[in-house]
C-alpha cells in the first residue's frame, strides 16, 4: 500500500514537471493552477500513508506552503504561487520518503524479530529434546540401579534363608541329642581257657573261667601244655 501511494505521489510529481514545462503559451495562470493541484495531490498521498504521525513537521510545512501558493495565485502573483506549489511538493515527497523509510525500516525490524524468534525456538526445541535424552539416559540408569538393588536383596534374603535353615538344623541336632540317652558302659570280656597238660603217665583236663584281657601260660618243666583261648561276649 505504501509503494502503491509513493507511485502515485511520482505520477503526481511528473504532471506538475510537465505542467512546469508547458509551453509558454498557456500561460502562467494555468501553470500555477496546475502545480497546487499537484502539491495538494502529494500532500493528499502523504497524509493518507500516515505522515501527519510519522513526519508532522514536513507534512505541516507541505499544507503552508500549499496555501501561500494558493493565496499568491488568488492575488495574481502566478510566478511566486507556482515557487510555492513545487516548494509545498517537495516537503509532501520529504514526508513520504520519510514515511517509506520508517514503514521499510518497521518491516525490517519486524523480520528480524521474527528470525530471532525462530532462532530461539529452535534452540529451545534443541534444548528441549536433549534434556528428554538426558532424562531417559537417567531413567536407564535409575532401573539399571534398581534391578541390581532387587538382585542383591534377593541374594541377602537367600542368605537369610539358609542362615535360618542351617540354625533350625542345628537346633534340631541339639534336640536330638539331648533326647538320646548315653550308651551303656562296656562289660568286661570274658576268656574261656582251656589248658590241657601233658604228663609222663598222666593225663589231665582243667577248665578255667577267667575274666582278664590276656593270657600268659606258665612254664612247666618236662611238660607240654596247649592252650585255647576263647573270646565270648556275656
Same mark, same amino acid.
Given at each position: @500500500? *505504501?509503494? %502503491?501511494?509513493?507511485? #502515485?505521489?511520482?505520477?503526481?510529481?511528473?504532471?506538475?514537471?510537465?505542467? =512546469?514545462?508547458?509551453?509558454? +503559451?498557456?500561460? %502562467?495562470?494555468?501553470?500555477?493552477?496546475?502545480?497546487?493541484? /499537484?502539491?495538494?495531490?502529494?500532500?493528499?498521498?502523504?497524509?493518507? =500513508? $500516515?505522515?501527519?504521525?510519522?513526519?508532522?513537521?514536513?507534512?505541516?510545512?507541505?499544507?503552508?506552503? !500549499?496555501?501561500?501558493?494558493?493565496?499568491? !495565485?488568488?492575488?495574481?502573483?502566478?510566478?511566486?504561487?507556482?515557487?510555492?506549489?513545487?516548494?509545498?511538493?517537495? !516537503?509532501?515527497?520529504?514526508? =513520504?520518503?520519510? #514515511?517509506?523509510?520508517?514503514?521499510?525500516?518497521? =518491516?525490517a525490524s519486524a523480520q528480524?524479530?521474527?528470525?530471532? $524468534? *525462530?532462532?530461539?525456538?529452535?534452540?529451545? /526445541?534443541?534444548?528441549?529434546?536433549?534434556?528428554?535424552?538426558?532424562?531417559?539416559?537417567?531413567?536407564? *540408569?535409575?532401573? +539399571?540401579?534398581?534391578?541390581?538393588?532387587?538382585?542383591?536383596?534377593?541374594?541377602?534374603?537367600?542368605?537369610?534363608?539358609?542362615?535360618?535353615?542351617?540354625?533350625?538344623?542345628?537346633?534340631?541336632?541339639?534336640?536330638?541329642?539331648? @533326647?538320646?540317652? &548315653?550308651?551303656?558302659?562296656?562289660? &568286661?570280656?570274658? *576268656?574261656?581257657?582251656?589248658?590241657?597238660?601233658?604228663?609222663?603217665?598222666?593225663?589231665?583236663?582243667?577248665?578255667?573261667?577267667?575274666?582278664?584281657?590276656?593270657?600268659?601260660?606258665?612254664?612247666?618243666?618236662?611238660?607240654?601244655?596247649?592252650?585255647?583261648?576263647?573270646?565270648?561276649? &556275656?
Amino acid at each position: @500500500m *505504501v509503494r %502503491k501511494t509513493f507511485f #502515485v505521489s511520482l505520477l503526481a510529481s511528473s504532471a506538475l514537471a510537465l505542467a =512546469i514545462t508547458t509551453p509558454a +503559451q498557456a500561460g %502562467k495562470t494555468d501553470r500555477a493552477e496546475e502545480a497546487i493541484a /499537484a502539491a495538494e495531490a502529494k500532500i493528499h498521498t502523504a497524509e493518507s =500513508i $500516515g505522515s501527519g504521525a510519522e513526519a508532522p513537521r514536513e507534512t505541516a510545512e507541505a499544507r503552508a506552503a !500549499l496555501a501561500t501558493a494558493k493565496e499568491s !495565485l488568488a492575488a495574481g502573483h502566478k510566478s511566486p504561487s507556482i515557487a510555492e506549489a513545487i516548494r509545498a511538493s517537495a !516537503l509532501a515527497d520529504t514526508a =513520504i520518503g520519510r #514515511v517509506q523509510q520508517r514503514k521499510d525500516a518497521t =518491516i525490517a525490524s519486524a523480520q528480524a524479530a521474527q528470525r530471532e $524468534g *525462530v532462532s530461539a525456538a529452535r534452540d529451545q /526445541a534443541a534444548d528441549a529434546r536433549q534434556q528428554a535424552a538426558t532424562s531417559q539416559q537417567q531413567a536407564a *540408569v535409575a532401573q +539399571q540401579q534398581a534391578a541390581d538393588a532387587n538382585l542383591r536383596a534377593e541374594a541377602a534374603q537367600q542368605s537369610a534363608a539358609n542362615s535360618a535353615a542351617d540354625a533350625a538344623a542345628a537346633r534340631n541336632a541339639a534336640a536330638a541329642a539331648a @533326647m538320646t540317652p &548315653p550308651p551303656a558302659p562296656a562289660l &568286661p570280656t570274658q *576268656v574261656e581257657t582251656t589248658v590241657t597238660t601233658q604228663q609222663a603217665g598222666a593225663h589231665r583236663s582243667t577248665r578255667t573261667h577267667v575274666t582278664r584281657r590276656t593270657t600268659h601260660p606258665a612254664a612247666a618243666p618236662a611238660a607240654q601244655v596247649t592252650t585255647t583261648t576263647k573270646v565270648t561276649q &556275656p
